[in-house]
């Protein structure tokens, strides 16, 4: 019997050398049929700061540390076979833990409509 798998180290966007006590943890929340990736990640004048724009190269991460700041996060919402690329703005504190969360949309107009958000769960 084999197993196969993916496993990858988080990102990470640290160009003033902080460490990494001082930096944020941000992690995707998910499961077998609902789960979020980050797709990109953006600072404030708009720069990528981790992903890639290219389309043969679509990477995702579930983990990232990142300077304090605020940024733009592209992520991937899956739940079941309907998907969504929303985007969700946050100021990331020194220290601190975030989750990635998706939720569906219930407003009856667009099926498979998601949000992203990202809550802080630890100082």
């Known amino acids: 019997m084999g197993f196969a798998g993916c496993a990858s180290m988080p990102a990470s966007y640290n160009p003033s050398g902080l460490p990494q006590a001082e ?5 995707a929340e998910g499961g ?3 789960f ?3 797709m990109g ?3 404030e004048t708009g720069r990528r700061v981790v992903g890639t724009d290219s389309w043969v190269k679509q990477d995702r991460w579930t983990k990232l540390y ?7 996060f592209a992520v991937h919402c899956q739940m079941g076979t309907l998907y969504a690329a929303p985007s969700v703005t946050v100021e990331l504190s020194a220290g601190a833990h975030y989750k990635v969360i998706c939720r569906a949309m219930n407003n009856g107009a667009i099926y498979g409509a998601a949000e992203a958000q990202i ?3 630890s100082p």
């Open 23 to 27: 930096l944020a943890f941000v992690e």
């Open 32 to 34: 077998y049929s609902k």
């Open 36 to 38: 979020a990736q980050i």
């Open 41 to 43: 990640v953006f600072d």
């Open 66 to 72: 990142l300077e304090p700041g605020r940024y733009q």
């Open 119 to 121: 809550k802080k769960v």
